[in-house]
């Protein structure tokens, strides 16, 4: 079990190495290190809940919001490209 989101999980994403990305109704992505059950980082940019993550390749993934935004991550850097 990992706790942080503060509304329901709709979307799920395993990069791989240990690493899970989870998108909430609660408007946040959260990075999570499966093995020790601790979020590694929180991302917000979203102002609506996350309902979809897909991978794009091994540096990129792409969230879609209840906010109308696509937006693309840099999983490297944590940076954002709108």
Same mark, same amino acid.
């Given at each position: 079990? $990992?706790?942080?989101?503060?509304?329901? &999980? @709709?979307?799920? $994403?395993?990069?791989?190495?240990?690493?899970?990305?989870?998108?909430?109704?609660?408007?946040?992505?959260?990075?999570?290190?499966?093995?020790?059950?601790?979020?590694? @980082?929180?991302?917000? !940019?979203? &102002?609506?809940?996350?309902? @979809?993550?897909?991978?794009?390749?091994?540096?990129?993934? &792409?969230?879609?919001?209840?906010?109308?935004?696509?937006?693309?991550?840099?999983?490297? !850097?944590?940076?954002?490209?709108?």
């Amino acid at each position: 079990t $990992l706790n942080g989101h503060t509304d329901k &999980v @709709y979307a799920l $994403l395993y990069w791989g190495k240990g690493i899970l990305i989870s998108g909430s109704n609660d408007k946040t992505i959260k990075i999570w290190d499966i093995n020790s059950k601790k979020c590694l @980082y929180t991302l917000n !940019e979203h &102002v609506g809940g996350i309902s @979809y993550l897909s991978k794009i390749d091994n540096k990129f993934f &792409v969230s879609q919001g209840m906010d109308k935004k696509i937006i693309i991550w840099n999983m490297g !850097e944590r940076k954002v490209f709108q």
